[in-house]
């Protein structure tokens, strides 16, 4: 489980500082990324107010937040991009003010738009990028073929990287920040402008990282992509943390589930809704889809209300449950849904 901290009072504050509490009073130790009170200030404005969270190894972690909530300078600060304003950081153990060498040799990052070069070819991007980790030429070119074939780019490894899709670069852009096999991978933004097939062909690459034992933190614009890859989710609005938790913990906390119900024939969603109040209590009714919806509980309540239309006489063509959406949680907890955050702010 992700540990959060944040001294800011927000909906969910008192239940972040009980984790913090119970982080110190066990002394745990094996993790993959801290932030420790992280501040940044520019002209006076705190950009980032008090951040705290934790990464245990070989989970993911979703960064998410408004446009300029603050995640990209989170993130700068977590890769000794730009120096917090106070707080700190550890990556694999190293303290990103003491030892950020040591925290560049043990992490990689994948910023919102890929710095690859396009006149050199894909294979030569990677070659570039092993002498100035100052690898041995061998070993880049055993890891750059094998990364090539893990990211499909085999057979575009021999050209220009400026013929590349969106979609290859972004891989490319990430098989180089894998180069050196670091434990950590920081991704900023890493699916902004691809089409939903490169979309989803990028999740499956981070999805063996993460199998294969890799810790990432992950900022994204996308609520699916959270969603879709997030063990824990940290909601960061105007700099401050305001909800942490599993995708499924904050949906609920959004709202109910709700129960929906469609009946097979529009003569019985009178009946049908009469034994639905009498049994879940207040019912909305779509005549035109043929269509009840009610709040439930859980599964829990699909089963027993399944169960008392299954004994009627009211044929029934789908009944299902469904949850609030991260979008939902956004709302809920900022007021506005979730903005296009590419011009969030960019500061060192």
């Given at each position: 489980?992700?540990?959060?901290?944040?001294?800011?009072?927000?909906?969910?504050?008192?239940?972040?500082?009980?984790?913090?509490?119970?982080?110190?009073?066990?002394?745990?130790?094996?993790?993959?990324?801290?932030?420790?009170?992280?501040?940044?200030?520019?002209?006076?404005?705190?950009?980032?107010?008090?951040?705290?969270?934790?990464?245990?190894?070989?989970?993911?972690?979703?960064?998410?937040?408004?446009?300029?909530?603050?995640?990209?300078?989170t993130v700068r600060m977590m890769t000794t991009l730009?120096?917090?304003?106070?707080?700190?950081?550890?990556?694999?153990?190293?303290?990103?003010?003491?030892?950020?060498?040591?925290?560049?040799?043990?992490?990689?990052?994948?910023?919102?738009?890929?710095?690859?070069?396009?006149?050199?070819?894909?294979?030569?991007?990677?070659?570039?990028?092993?002498?100035?980790y100052g690898l041995p030429r061998k070993d880049v070119?055993?890891?750059g073929d094998q990364l090539l074939e893990q990211f499909?780019?085999?057979?575009?490894?021999?050209?220009?990287?400026?013929?590349?899709?969106?979609?290859?670069?972004?891989?490319?852009?990430?098989?180089?920040?894998?180069?050196?096999?670091?434990?950590?991978?920081?991704?900023?933004?890493?699916?902004?402008?691809?089409?939903?097939?490169?979309?989803?062909?990028?999740?499956?690459?981070?999805?063996?990282?993460?199998?294969?034992?890799?810790?990432?933190?992950?900022?994204?614009?996308?609520?699916?992509?959270?969603?879709?890859?997030?063990?824990?989710?940290?909601?960061?609005?105007?700099?401050?943390?305001?909800?942490?938790?599993?995708?499924?913990?904050?949906?609920?906390?959004?709202?109910?589930?709700?129960?929906?119900?469609?009946?097979?024939?529009?003569?019985?969603?009178?009946?049908?809704?009469?034994?639905?109040?009498?049994?879940?209590?207040?019912?909305?009714?779509?005549?035109?889809?043929?269509?009840?919806?009610?709040?439930?509980?859980?599964?829990?309540?699909?089963?027993?209300?399944?169960?008392?239309?299954?004994?009627?006489?009211?044929?029934?063509?789908?009944?299902?449950?469904?949850?609030?959406?991260?979008?939902?949680?956004?709302?809920?907890?900022?007021?506005?849904?979730?903005?296009?955050?590419?011009?969030?702010?960019?500061?060192?």
């Amino acid at each position: 489980m992700t540990q959060l901290g944040d001294k800011s009072a927000g909906p969910m504050s008192e239940s972040v500082d009980t984790v913090t509490r119970m982080t110190t009073a066990t002394g745990a130790t094996d993790l993959a990324i801290e932030a420790i009170d992280l501040v940044k200030e520019f002209d006076g404005v705190r950009a980032v107010d008090g951040v705290s969270f934790s990464v245990p190894p070989g989970s993911v972690l979703g960064l998410l937040g408004p446009n300029g909530a603050g995640k990209t300078t989170t993130v700068r600060m977590m890769t000794t991009l730009s120096q917090p304003t106070s707080g700190t950081a550890r990556i694999a153990g190293y303290d990103v003010r003491e030892n950020p060498d040591l925290v560049r040799s043990n992490m990689g990052l994948t910023g919102q738009a890929a710095t690859v070069d396009e006149l050199l070819t894909g294979r030569e991007n990677l070659w570039m990028i092993g002498s100035l980790y100052g690898l041995p030429r061998k070993d880049v070119r055993r890891s750059g073929d094998q990364l090539l074939e893990q990211f499909s780019l085999t057979d575009a490894a021999d050209r220009v990287v400026k013929t590349y899709s969106g979609g290859m670069r972004r891989r490319l852009d990430l098989a180089v920040s894998l180069l050196a096999s670091p434990p950590v991978l920081f991704l900023d933004e890493p699916t902004t402008g691809l089409d939903p097939r490169s979309r989803q062909e990028l999740w499956d690459v981070l999805r063996s990282l993460v199998n294969d034992g890799t810790t990432l933190l992950l900022t994204t614009q996308y609520l699916e992509e959270a969603d879709q890859l997030a063990d824990d989710i940290v909601v960061i609005d105007r700099g401050k943390i305001i909800a942490a938790g599993t995708p499924l913990q904050l949906k609920e906390q959004a709202g109910q589930a709700s129960l929906v119900i469609t009946v097979s024939h529009a003569d019985d969603l009178e009946e049908a809704t009469r034994l639905l109040r009498e049994n879940s209590g207040e019912v909305f009714v779509e005549e035109s889809a043929r269509q009840l919806t009610a709040s439930a509980d859980g599964l829990a309540d699909l089963t027993r209300i399944a169960g008392i239309f299954e004994r009627s006489e009211i044929a029934v063509d789908d009944i299902g449950l469904t949850r609030p959406s991260l979008d939902d949680v956004f709302l809920s907890l900022t007021g506005h849904r979730a903005e296009d955050a590419d011009n969030e702010e960019n500061k060192s």
